[in-house]
């Protein structure tokens, strides 16, 4: 058996030399092909890499063209097998989801093997290359392999085996495509500068992406050994600042230069991979002593590959400035006057390095006069010179997101002991895209109110926010998107039902979580979105006083995601389930996230006063212990635990984990014992979840004197009987009331 491969902990090792040009080291990719002159017969060879297990029976196995001047593919036509088995429950059944079974053990036809590990060294440890014949389908197989991984329109590959190529690195990337005998073909990925390496795909079933993740996961290792992928810094070089200058004409032309400063962790580079927004066109590159940098960037490509003078030793810096223009600003209105402006890109328009590690952000924008500008960061300094207006803005914190508004608006400052102060940015260009019935001074009434009353909500709920100053910025299209102490908002007032205000406050609560509390990875995304729309819901509710919007939304949520409970993902897969159709990322993050907090709400009830005490008190304490930090799913659930005083291992596994929604078809009857009192029987029959289903659901008892009874009942399994004593005659009963599970229930008589 080959040896288990090193994944991402292993030492960086340069054994090729640095290529001088990106568009060789890409042309000779695409052109990777089998060689007739280095093929080898082999029978019984088997290959792991962490969880997957290749079994080559009989067959051909071709070593690849070269790259870079160094061997990193190998084709296998014949027969064997393929295993490959999640260590962990969420992607088992996902991948039973996706794919149909929660485990692969299946015949293959076909195996290519891309690496940058020690994987060549292996083969020709096993078995003997020479001249041979090309055979069958080798090459369609390649190919086949090159569409999970290489985009030839925008010319670009897997950026971790780039990189590698590129530096003349052994970084330990590993892919394996499999060609199965039934069933759609698949890949095997080992990412060492992800913190989940291991990675199974298949072809991508949204438009636009190559390969869509079927289930993902720590290496073998670091899962028994108990590493938090939240914990792992996998990536090379971490940001150690960002300074942005940009300059603005007076038709909203945009320039700016970009100066990045990194650190190294371990050895890295030359070559640096950077994200930029596809309409930016990158006018240079240039080192820390101002001399040209090489640089290659696709037309209509985010990416953007940097040569820097030198590769960066562990413990070294580097910084890179970059200087770019184009059309970064849209604009709207008739050909002679412009009635809104907006930002194309609010992620990407100065050039990000990673995967998005916070780090402190200096920005600088020039503009005309007599245009507003809005940033993230503190103002410190704003002066007008000539015509054109400078302003400096730097960041309390170090941040991941960062953007600005700019046009001609008008502008409210709400001030109030309350809350920090807040400016109101509003346009009337933006109004007239809204198409509001209401006019400019109503809706600014409706903004200005729910900006401060959500923000005071929140404060005394959750604790202070993290910055001291805000802006809200009013912008033309029906969206909402939160920075650190700045808000882009569709001043809508025409959505109804309580929607406007709880889409405001959602807004504001990132603040709180999102930017206060950041996610600890991907897969707990749901701690910024869930817990805003929530908050919206709970604003709306409490601060509002709207119970019935509250209620119907949550109805209408519940609705939606029962009827995709079959083929939604799991909450706890993340921002992956954007990946597929069915995930409905969206619903799930946003609407069950929000449900999962209603229903610890209800479960921390106290039942004698119907107050959520309890509750508020575990979200202020969450925010306050995490914010300026990365919380995860696992550390909410320990601070749930210590706040209710038991596991909840079961609630995190069947809401989080799992896709289950149940129905509960609920009767009772109640006969007149000897005493006077009643004793009262009660019967649940629990459906579409698994036998091992529980949950702790509220019971409601309404007296013939219209006293009321609020009780607890523990559903376990398909049926659940109990019974209790009352001291007066019943009259109606009701289980689950206020909405407290996600749940359908349906009464029937007595039988």
């Avoid at 909203?252 to 990194?262: D, G, I, K, M, P």
């Avoid at 940033?375 to 914190?397: A, M």
């Avoid at 921002?575 to 159709?581: D, E, F, G, L």
């Amino acid at each position: 058996m080959l040896g288990v491969l090193c994944l991402g902990r292993c030492a960086r090792a340069y054994g090729q030399e640095v290529a001088a040009s990106y568009d060789s080291v890409f042309d000779e990719l695409r052109r990777l092909s089998p060689r007739a002159d280095r093929v080898a017969v082999v029978r019984d060879l088997v290959l792991r890499r962490d969880v997957a297990l290749f079994r080559l029976a009989e067959g051909k196995l071709y070593l690849l063209t070269g790259v870079a001047g160094r061997t990193v593919g190998a084709a296998f036509v014949g027969a064997g097998d393929f295993t490959f088995v999640p260590p962990v429950a969420v992607e088992r059944a996902q991948m039973q989801r996706v794919l149909g079974d929660s485990t692969l053990t299946t015949p293959l036809t076909a195996v290519v093997f891309l690496f940058t590990d020690t994987t060549l060294a292996e083969l020709e440890r096993r078995v003997t290359f020479s001249a041979g014949a090309l055979d069958g389908p080798v090459a369609d197989r390649v190919s086949d392999a090159l569409d999970f991984l290489v985009d030839g329109r925008e010319r670009s590959a897997d950026p971790t085996w780039m990189s590698a190529l590129l530096n003349g690195a052994s970084n330990g990337w590993f892919a394996a495509y499999v060609k199965r005998e039934r069933g759609e073909d698949v890949m095997v990925r080992l990412d060492p500068l992800d913190a989940e390496e291991v990675q199974l795909l298949r072809r991508g079933q949204v438009a636009g992406l190559q390969a869509e993740t079927v289930c993902q996961f720590q290496r073998e290792a670091d899962l028994r050994d108990g590493v938090v992928a939240a914990d792992e810094q996998p990536q090379a070089l971490r940001i150690d600042a960002y300074r942005v200058e940009s300059r603005f004409g007076h038709n909203y032309e945009y320039a700016a230069r970009t100066t990045v400063r990194l650190a190294a962790r371990r050895d890295a580079g030359p070559w640096l991979r950077f994200d930029l927004f596809s309409e930016l066109e990158v006018d240079s590159a240039v080192g820390e002593d101002g001399a040209p940098l090489p640089h290659f960037r696709a037309d209509h490509s985010s990416e953007l590959w940097v040569r820097a003078a030198a590769p960066v030793p562990a413990g070294g810096t580097l910084a890179i400035r970059l200087v770019y223009h184009g059309q970064l600003i849209g604009l709207g209105g008739s050909p002679r006057t412009v009635s809104w402006a907006y930002i194309r890109s609010t992620w990407n328009w100065f050039p990000r390095y990673g995967s998005g590690e916070p780090a402190p952000m200096d920005l600088t924008f020039r503009s005309p006069r007599d245009l507003q500008i809005a940033s993230i960061g503190r103002l410190v300094d704003s002066l007008v010179v000539g015509d054109t207006l400078v302003t400096h803005w730097v960041t309390e914190r170090p941040t991941a997101v960062a953007s600005f508004n700019i046009g001609e608006f008008r502008s409210f400052e709400i001030r109030d002991s309350l809350i920090p102060p807040v400016t109101v940015l509003y346009s009337r260009g933006a109004r007239a895209v809204e198409r509001s019935s209401e006019t400019d001074v109503r809706t600014q009434d409706l903004v200005v109110n729910d900006v401060r009353n959500s923000l005071a909500f929140f404060d005394a709920k959750f604790g202070p926010p993290p910055l001291p100053h805000y802006y809200v910025t009013q912008i033309p299209y029906a969206h909402g998107e939160a920075f650190p102490g700045l808000i882009h908002l569709a001043f809508l007032t025409t959505l109804g039902q309580g929607n406007d205000e709880s889409f405001r406050a959602h807004e504001i609560a990132h603040q709180w979580w999102g930017i206060g509390v950041r996610p600890g990875t991907y897969r707990d995304w749901w701690l910024a979105e869930g817990f805003a729309q929530f908050s919206g819901l709970w604003y709306m509710q409490v601060a509002r006083l709207d119970n019935t919007a509250y209620f119907r939304h949550l109805r209408e949520s519940r609705e939606a995601i029962r009827r995709g409970r079959e083929r939604n993902a799991p909450l706890g897969i993340g921002q992956r389930s954007a990946q597929n159709p069915n995930g409905q990322y969206t619903l799930v993050t946003y609407e069950k996230g929000a449900w999962i907090l209603h229903m610890l709400r209800n479960l921390m009830l106290d039942t004698r006063t119907v107050s959520d005490d309890r509750f508020g008190r575990l979200l202020r304490d969450f925010y306050q212990n995490y914010n300026g930090r990365r919380a995860t799913t696992e550390d909410f659930q320990r601070l749930v635990e210590r706040h209710v005083n038991a596991p909840m291992d079961w609630f995190f596994r069947q809401w989080v984990y799992g896709t289950a929604v149940p129905t509960y078809v609920f009767s009772w009857r109640a006969d007149r014992r000897d005493d006077g009192r009643f004793l009262v029987r009660i019967r649940v029959r629990q459906e579409d979840v698994p036998d091992d289903f529980q949950m702790v659901v509220p019971l409601l008892v309404e007296l013939s004197d219209s006293s009321q009874v609020f009780l607890r009942v523990q559903v376990r399994g398909p049926l659940t009987e109990s019974q209790f004593a009352l001291p007066g005659e019943p009259r109606r009963l009701e289980l689950n009331p206020l909405e407290s599970v996600l749940a359908e229930t349906r009464t029937e008589r007595w039988r």
